[in-house]
């Protein structure tokens, strides 16, 4: 099984009030790298 990487930019709306990634923000960021795993996958 191989790893696969996906380099993102945080954004204002992924950090909370404390300057740290929210919950929010991970689901955020998890869910675009899904995304754009499976279309590598099917190409």
């Known amino acids: 099984m191989s790893i696969y990487e ?3 930019h ?6 909370n009030e404390n300057n740290e990634l ?4 991970i689901l955020n960021i998890l869910s675009e ?3 754009v795993h499976s279309e590598v ?3």
Not at 10 to 15: E, L, N, P, T
Not at 22 to 25: A, F, L, N, R, Y
Request: glycine share 10%; aromatic share 10%.
């Open 41 to 43: 996958v099917r190409l």
């Open 6 to 8: 996906y380099k993102t």
């Open 10 to 15: 945080i954004r204002y709306q992924d950090v």
């Open 33 to 35: 790298a899904a995304g």
């Open 22 to 25: 929210s919950d929010k923000g």
